[in-house]
Protein backbone atom coordinates (compact mmCIF):
# COMPACT_ATOMS: atom_id res chain seq x y z
CA UNK A 1 0.00 0.00 0.00
CA UNK A 2 0.94 2.97 1.14
CA UNK A 3 1.33 6.49 1.71
CA UNK A 4 2.82 9.00 -0.17
CA UNK A 5 6.12 11.08 -0.13
CA UNK A 6 8.07 10.33 2.63
CA UNK A 7 5.65 7.40 3.46
CA UNK A 8 5.62 5.85 0.14
CA UNK A 9 9.56 5.36 1.17
CA UNK A 10 8.23 3.33 3.94
CA UNK A 11 7.26 0.55 2.01
CA UNK A 12 9.94 -1.42 2.15
CA UNK A 13 11.35 -0.77 5.12
CA UNK A 14 11.42 -1.69 8.70
CA UNK A 15 10.50 1.11 11.38
CA UNK A 16 10.87 1.63 15.04
CA UNK A 17 9.44 3.99 17.02
CA UNK A 18 11.56 6.61 18.58
CA UNK A 19 11.18 9.89 20.54
CA UNK A 20 11.91 13.12 19.02
CA UNK A 21 11.26 16.57 20.08
CA UNK A 22 7.87 15.38 22.45
CA UNK A 23 6.69 13.43 19.30
CA UNK A 24 6.81 9.46 18.49
CA UNK A 25 7.81 9.35 15.03
CA UNK A 26 8.66 5.99 13.20
CA UNK A 27 11.88 5.43 11.70
CA UNK A 28 13.79 3.85 9.54
CA UNK A 29 15.54 0.38 10.22
CA UNK A 30 17.25 -1.54 7.27
CA UNK A 31 15.86 -0.68 3.23
CA UNK A 32 15.16 -4.21 1.53
CA UNK A 33 15.64 -3.84 -2.04
CA UNK A 34 12.38 -6.09 -3.41
CA UNK A 35 12.43 -7.32 -7.01
CA UNK A 36 9.84 -5.74 -9.61
CA UNK A 37 6.52 -7.17 -10.53
CA UNK A 38 6.39 -8.73 -13.70
CA UNK A 39 2.42 -10.31 -13.73
CA UNK A 40 1.88 -13.52 -14.43
CA UNK A 41 2.99 -13.08 -18.03
CA UNK A 42 -0.09 -15.22 -19.42
CA UNK A 43 -1.52 -12.97 -22.58
CA UNK A 44 -4.91 -15.43 -21.95
CA UNK A 45 -5.18 -14.34 -18.32
CA UNK A 46 -3.71 -10.64 -18.91
CA UNK A 47 -6.06 -7.33 -19.86
CA UNK A 48 -5.65 -3.88 -19.69
CA UNK A 49 -7.10 -1.47 -16.97
CA UNK A 50 -8.10 1.16 -19.79
CA UNK A 51 -10.75 -2.24 -20.56
CA UNK A 52 -12.27 -1.81 -17.30
CA UNK A 53 -15.49 0.23 -16.46
CA UNK A 54 -16.03 1.17 -12.98
CA UNK A 55 -19.50 1.44 -11.87
CA UNK A 56 -18.22 4.65 -9.63
CA UNK A 57 -15.66 6.80 -9.26
CA UNK A 58 -15.46 8.29 -5.60
CA UNK A 59 -13.40 11.12 -6.28
CA UNK A 60 -12.15 11.56 -2.63
CA UNK A 61 -8.58 13.38 -3.09
CA UNK A 62 -5.12 13.17 -1.01
CA UNK A 63 -3.82 9.69 -2.12
CA UNK A 64 -6.84 7.26 -0.67
CA UNK A 65 -5.20 3.69 0.97
CA UNK A 66 -6.67 1.83 2.87
CA UNK A 67 -9.99 0.48 3.31
CA UNK A 68 -12.78 -1.05 5.83
CA UNK A 69 -15.94 -2.25 4.84
CA UNK A 70 -19.07 -1.56 7.81
CA UNK A 71 -22.65 -2.61 7.06
CA UNK A 72 -22.94 0.27 4.73
CA UNK A 73 -20.20 1.98 3.99
CA UNK A 74 -17.00 1.87 3.00
CA UNK A 75 -13.95 4.10 4.59
CA UNK A 76 -11.02 5.04 3.55
CA UNK A 77 -8.00 6.65 4.68
CA UNK A 78 -6.06 9.40 3.02
CA UNK A 79 -2.44 10.14 4.92
CA UNK A 80 -1.75 13.04 2.96
CA UNK A 81 -4.94 14.96 4.15
CA UNK A 82 -4.62 13.46 7.70
CA UNK A 83 -8.37 11.79 7.20
CA UNK A 84 -10.84 9.17 6.74
CA UNK A 85 -13.28 9.01 4.67
CA UNK A 86 -16.86 7.46 4.57
CA UNK A 87 -18.17 6.48 1.24
CA UNK A 88 -21.87 6.30 0.78
CA UNK A 89 -22.75 2.50 -1.32
CA UNK A 90 -26.48 3.20 -1.70
CA UNK A 91 -25.40 6.80 -3.28
CA UNK A 92 -22.09 6.80 -4.50
CA UNK A 93 -21.44 9.54 -2.95
CA UNK A 94 -18.42 10.82 -0.37
CA UNK A 95 -19.68 11.01 2.48
CA UNK A 96 -18.11 12.40 5.81
CA UNK A 97 -14.67 12.60 6.87
CA UNK A 98 -13.00 12.18 10.61
CA UNK A 99 -9.50 13.55 11.46
CA UNK A 100 -6.90 11.36 11.99
CA UNK A 101 -3.05 12.47 11.61
CA UNK A 102 -1.07 10.14 9.57
CA UNK A 103 -3.92 7.07 9.30
CA UNK A 104 -1.32 4.11 8.55
CA UNK A 105 -1.06 -0.04 8.75
CA UNK A 106 -4.51 -0.60 7.72
CA UNK A 107 -8.17 -0.35 8.93
CA UNK A 108 -10.94 -2.69 11.36
CA UNK A 109 -14.33 -2.30 12.12
CA UNK A 110 -15.60 -3.71 15.25
CA UNK A 111 -17.63 -3.08 18.42
CA UNK A 112 -19.74 -0.40 16.98
CA UNK A 113 -16.35 1.32 15.96
CA UNK A 114 -13.81 2.23 13.35
CA UNK A 115 -10.28 1.51 14.65
CA UNK A 116 -7.27 3.65 13.18
CA UNK A 117 -3.80 3.79 13.85
CA UNK A 118 -2.06 6.66 13.41
CA UNK A 119 1.61 6.71 12.72
CA UNK A 120 2.18 10.23 13.58
CA UNK A 121 0.43 10.29 17.10
CA UNK A 122 2.00 6.47 17.66
CA UNK A 123 -1.64 5.71 18.75
CA UNK A 124 -4.82 3.99 17.92
CA UNK A 125 -7.45 6.22 17.44
CA UNK A 126 -11.38 4.70 18.05
CA UNK A 127 -14.29 6.40 16.23
CA UNK A 128 -17.96 5.34 16.89
CA UNK A 129 -19.30 4.76 13.64
CA UNK A 130 -23.02 6.16 14.71
CA UNK A 131 -21.36 9.46 16.13
CA UNK A 132 -18.65 9.20 13.73
CA UNK A 133 -16.16 10.75 16.17
CA UNK A 134 -13.06 10.22 17.61
CA UNK A 135 -13.89 8.62 21.34
CA UNK A 136 -10.29 7.10 22.62
CA UNK A 137 -6.85 7.23 21.53
CA UNK A 138 -4.72 4.36 22.92
CA UNK A 139 -1.29 4.87 23.26
CA UNK A 140 -0.21 1.66 21.12
CA UNK A 141 1.00 2.18 17.94
CA UNK A 142 1.57 0.23 14.61
CA UNK A 143 4.98 -1.69 14.44
CA UNK A 144 5.30 -0.17 10.61
CA UNK A 145 3.41 2.05 8.63
CA UNK A 146 2.84 -0.76 6.14
CA UNK A 147 0.95 -3.46 7.99
CA UNK A 148 -2.53 -4.57 9.16
CA UNK A 149 -4.87 -4.39 12.20
CA UNK A 150 -7.58 -7.08 12.97
CA UNK A 151 -10.84 -7.80 15.64
CA UNK A 152 -11.78 -10.64 16.78
CA UNK A 153 -12.47 -12.95 20.35
CA UNK A 154 -13.65 -10.02 21.78
CA UNK A 155 -10.41 -8.09 20.82
CA UNK A 156 -8.62 -5.66 18.67
CA UNK A 157 -5.09 -6.99 17.65
CA UNK A 158 -2.19 -5.45 16.38
CA UNK A 159 1.52 -5.52 16.20
CA UNK A 160 3.09 -3.00 18.17
CA UNK A 161 6.51 -3.52 17.82
CA UNK A 162 8.81 -5.15 14.70
CA UNK A 163 10.80 -7.17 17.62
CA UNK A 164 7.26 -9.20 17.23
CA UNK A 165 4.58 -7.73 19.94
CA UNK A 166 1.28 -8.79 19.06
CA UNK A 167 -1.23 -6.50 21.32
CA UNK A 168 -4.51 -7.20 22.40
CA UNK A 169 -6.29 -4.51 22.97
CA UNK A 170 -10.26 -4.91 24.89
CA UNK A 171 -12.41 -2.51 23.55
CA UNK A 172 -14.49 -2.30 26.59
CA UNK A 173 -11.89 -0.30 28.10
CA UNK A 174 -9.91 0.66 25.84
CA UNK A 175 -6.51 -0.69 27.24
CA UNK A 176 -4.03 -3.25 25.68
CA UNK A 177 -4.68 -6.30 28.35
CA UNK A 178 -1.83 -8.45 26.80
CA UNK A 179 1.29 -8.38 24.73
CA UNK A 180 2.28 -11.73 22.71
CA UNK A 181 5.40 -12.85 21.56
CA UNK A 182 5.73 -13.47 18.31
CA UNK A 183 8.24 -13.67 15.36
CA UNK A 184 10.18 -10.77 14.70
CA UNK A 185 9.54 -8.33 11.65
CA UNK A 186 5.74 -9.00 12.02
CA UNK A 187 3.33 -6.49 10.80
CA UNK A 188 0.11 -7.26 9.35
CA UNK A 189 -2.68 -9.69 10.75
CA UNK A 190 -6.12 -11.05 10.06
CA UNK A 191 -9.02 -13.27 12.29
CA UNK A 192 -9.84 -16.00 11.13
CA UNK A 193 -11.67 -19.49 12.61
CA UNK A 194 -11.00 -18.36 15.92
CA UNK A 195 -7.30 -17.63 15.87
CA UNK A 196 -5.19 -14.27 14.58
CA UNK A 197 -2.82 -14.87 12.09
CA UNK A 198 0.48 -12.48 11.90
CA UNK A 199 2.75 -12.17 8.73
CA UNK A 200 6.52 -12.16 9.30
CA UNK A 201 7.82 -10.51 6.62
CA UNK A 202 11.55 -10.97 7.90
CA UNK A 203 10.96 -14.51 8.45
CA UNK A 204 8.95 -15.86 5.75
CA UNK A 205 6.22 -17.17 8.58
CA UNK A 206 2.57 -17.19 9.16
CA UNK A 207 2.00 -17.45 12.74
CA UNK A 208 -1.01 -18.62 14.45
CA UNK A 209 -1.84 -17.18 18.15
CA UNK A 210 -5.07 -18.49 20.06
CA UNK A 211 -6.99 -16.57 21.98
CA UNK A 212 -8.19 -18.50 24.75
CA UNK A 213 -3.98 -18.68 25.83
CA UNK A 214 -2.58 -15.95 24.97
CA UNK A 215 0.13 -17.86 23.05
CA UNK A 216 1.73 -18.75 19.60
CA UNK A 217 0.88 -22.25 19.24
CA UNK A 218 1.97 -22.38 15.93
CA UNK A 219 4.17 -21.19 12.68
CA UNK A 220 4.20 -22.22 8.79
CA UNK A 221 6.60 -21.18 6.02
CA UNK A 222 5.38 -19.43 2.88
CA UNK A 223 6.51 -17.70 0.38
CA UNK A 224 9.30 -14.75 0.61
CA UNK A 225 8.56 -11.48 2.66
CA UNK A 226 4.88 -11.77 2.70
CA UNK A 227 3.37 -8.94 4.18
CA UNK A 228 -0.67 -8.45 3.70
CA UNK A 229 -2.81 -11.53 4.05
CA UNK A 230 -6.62 -12.36 3.95
CA UNK A 231 -9.00 -14.89 4.98
CA UNK A 232 -11.55 -16.85 3.08
CA UNK A 233 -12.40 -20.20 1.63
CA UNK A 234 -11.04 -21.86 4.57
CA UNK A 235 -7.67 -20.56 3.90
CA UNK A 236 -5.37 -17.87 5.05
CA UNK A 237 -3.80 -16.30 1.97
CA UNK A 238 -0.70 -14.34 1.97
CA UNK A 239 1.14 -12.07 -0.66
CA UNK A 240 4.60 -12.34 -0.59
CA UNK A 241 6.22 -9.24 -1.69
CA UNK A 242 9.86 -10.68 -2.38
CA UNK A 243 9.18 -13.48 -4.94
CA UNK A 244 5.37 -12.06 -6.08
CA UNK A 245 3.79 -15.50 -5.40
CA UNK A 246 0.60 -15.95 -2.95
CA UNK A 247 0.52 -18.77 -0.34
CA UNK A 248 -2.82 -20.70 0.88
CA UNK A 249 -2.50 -22.21 3.98
CA UNK A 250 -5.30 -23.86 5.66
CA UNK A 251 -7.01 -22.53 8.52
CA UNK A 252 -7.99 -26.22 10.39
CA UNK A 253 -4.45 -27.81 10.06
CA UNK A 254 -2.18 -24.66 9.79
CA UNK A 255 -0.52 -26.34 6.53
CA UNK A 256 0.63 -24.11 3.32
CA UNK A 257 -1.74 -25.55 0.67
CA UNK A 258 -1.18 -23.93 -2.26
CA UNK A 259 1.93 -21.92 -3.73
CA UNK A 260 0.12 -19.36 -6.42
CA UNK A 261 2.89 -17.34 -8.51
CA UNK A 262 0.78 -14.38 -9.89
CA UNK A 263 4.18 -11.96 -10.26
CA UNK A 264 3.09 -9.30 -7.80
CA UNK A 265 6.61 -8.77 -6.28
CA UNK A 266 7.83 -5.30 -5.29
CA UNK A 267 6.57 -2.71 -1.96
CA UNK A 268 2.70 -2.11 -1.20
CA UNK A 269 -0.26 -4.02 -2.65
CA UNK A 270 -3.15 -5.48 -0.87
CA UNK A 271 -5.07 -8.51 -0.56
CA UNK A 272 -8.91 -9.21 -0.14
CA UNK A 273 -11.54 -12.64 -0.46
CA UNK A 274 -14.84 -11.96 -1.52
CA UNK A 275 -17.58 -12.85 -4.39
CA UNK A 276 -16.16 -16.34 -4.10
CA UNK A 277 -12.69 -15.27 -5.43
CA UNK A 278 -8.82 -13.74 -4.13
CA UNK A 279 -8.02 -10.58 -5.24
CA UNK A 280 -4.86 -8.82 -5.29
CA UNK A 281 -3.74 -5.45 -6.03
CA UNK A 282 -0.15 -3.71 -6.88
CA UNK A 283 0.71 -0.35 -8.26
CA UNK A 284 1.38 -1.57 -12.26
CA UNK A 285 -1.28 -4.36 -11.85
CA UNK A 286 -4.03 -3.42 -10.00
CA UNK A 287 -6.29 -6.68 -10.21
CA UNK A 288 -5.23 -9.81 -9.90
CA UNK A 289 -8.19 -12.55 -9.41
CA UNK A 290 -7.08 -16.15 -8.16
CA UNK A 291 -9.63 -18.73 -8.14
CA UNK A 292 -9.71 -20.75 -5.07
CA UNK A 293 -11.10 -23.67 -6.89
CA UNK A 294 -7.52 -24.22 -8.89
CA UNK A 295 -5.20 -22.04 -6.83
CA UNK A 296 -4.31 -20.32 -10.24
CA UNK A 297 -4.91 -16.53 -11.31
CA UNK A 298 -7.84 -16.41 -13.47
CA UNK A 299 -7.46 -12.84 -14.57
CA UNK A 300 -5.15 -9.37 -14.31
CA UNK A 301 -5.00 -6.21 -15.39
CA UNK A 302 -2.08 -4.14 -15.80
CA UNK A 303 -2.01 -0.39 -16.01
CA UNK A 304 -2.64 2.53 -13.54
CA UNK A 305 -3.88 2.33 -10.52
CA UNK A 306 -4.39 -0.09 -7.38
CA UNK A 307 -2.42 -0.26 -4.18
CA UNK A 308 -6.00 -1.31 -1.79
CA UNK A 309 -8.70 -3.43 -2.36
CA UNK A 310 -11.43 -4.67 -0.91
CA UNK A 311 -14.75 -6.81 -1.88
CA UNK A 312 -18.35 -6.08 -0.37
CA UNK A 313 -21.98 -5.15 -1.43
CA UNK A 314 -21.44 -6.90 -4.56
CA UNK A 315 -18.35 -4.67 -5.79
CA UNK A 316 -14.53 -4.85 -5.99
CA UNK A 317 -13.55 -1.60 -4.23
CA UNK A 318 -10.11 -0.55 -5.70
CA UNK A 319 -7.98 2.72 -4.86
CA UNK A 320 -5.71 4.49 -7.07
CA UNK A 321 -3.58 6.02 -4.65
CA UNK A 322 -2.63 8.50 -6.94
CA UNK A 323 -4.96 9.84 -8.91
CA UNK A 324 -6.98 10.59 -5.50
CA UNK A 325 -10.09 8.11 -6.40
CA UNK A 326 -11.59 4.94 -5.28
CA UNK A 327 -13.40 2.79 -7.94
CA UNK A 328 -16.25 0.45 -7.18
CA UNK A 329 -16.23 -2.49 -10.28
CA UNK A 330 -18.59 -5.37 -10.86
CA UNK A 331 -16.50 -8.61 -10.00
CA UNK A 332 -17.92 -10.36 -13.26
CA UNK A 333 -14.99 -8.40 -15.18
CA UNK A 334 -14.55 -9.07 -18.76
Known amino acids: MRCVNAYRQLRSITVFPVVLASAILLAAQTTVQLPKATGVGNTVVQRAMTSLHPLATFRVGGNPDWMALTAESVWVTSSSTNSVIRLNVATNEVGESVTVTKPCSGLA ?62 PTNDSVVARIR ?52 GSVWTLNQDDGTISRVDTRTGKLSAVIEAGLSGAGGEIAYGEGSVWATLIGF ?32 LTDLDAGVVWRIDPALP
Open 286 to 317: PITRIDPATNKVAQQWAGKGGDSIRVGFGSVW
Open 182 to 233: IPPDSYAAAFADGSVWITSTGKSLLSRVDPATNKLVSTTSVGRSPRFLTVGA
Open 109 to 170: IGFGSLWVPSCAGHNLVRVDLETRKVVARIPAGPANAEGGITTGAGSVWMVTSPRGVLARID
